[in-house]
């Protein structure tokens, strides 16, 4: 019985041995392209069809859609919970860390928010975006220098930027009218 059992064995990799690539110009083995010529399950041909390294779609792009459209409509709760279920999803997604940080701002839990701002920071850079968003959680906080200082940066960066402008005024018109209850 062991003797059958290595014999298989041993024609099991001859044949496999075999089966290796035919056309390995230099050394890889690209099993996502198809040859020219080559057929789909279905009997179609692989040309016009896209192979995975064309995909232009990322598993966060539905959560961020999601969570973008439960942010303009100012459920920051649910807006917190999609950019969280995107930055799961896709960990490398800065627009996700933004999305996160700005939502965890809304709801003033500045604690995972600067988390938030780190990572995006990280993984975006010094855009006028994040400088802007950090800028209006700072001013959510009161810090109205700290505010002040990342407005002028984003606006350095943008300075047609209308969102920005609106935040410099909203930041003026904060230190002009302070309110106590």
């Known amino acids: 019985m062991t003797k059958r059992l290595a014999v298989a064995t041993s024609l099991l990799l001859i044949l496999l041995a075999g089966c290796q690539t035919k056309d390995i110009a230099d050394g890889v083995v690209r099993t996502n392209e198809p040859a ?3 057929y789909t399950a ?20 539905q959560a961020v859609t999601e969570a973008k459209t439960q942010f303009r409509s100012e459920n920051y709760g649910n807006a917190g919970a999609l950019f969280y279920k995107a930055t ?5 997604d800065g627009v996700a860390w933004l999305g996160l940080a700005a939502s ?3 709801i003033r839990r500045f604690d995972l928010s600067d988390m938030a701002y780190s990572r995006a920071y990280r993984l975006l850079g010094a855009t006028p975006e994040y400088y802007n968003n950090l800028g ?11 505010a002040r200082t990342n407005f002028l940066k984003a606006y350095e960066l ?18 002009r009218n302070i309110e106590r209850s």
């Open 36 to 38: 020219k010529g080559d």
């Open 42 to 61: 279905f009997g179609d041909a692989f040309d016009g069809l896209k192979t995975i390294s064309d995909v232009d779609y990322y598993a966060s792009d």
């Open 88 to 92: 799961r999803l896709a960990p490398n």
């Open 104 to 106: 965890c701002d809304r």
């Open 136 to 146: 209006y959680s700072y001013l959510l906080r009161g810090k109205l220098q700290q």
């Open 158 to 175: 943008a300075p047609n930027d209308p969102t920005v402008a609106n935040n410099l005024k909203l930041l003026s018109s904060s230190v």
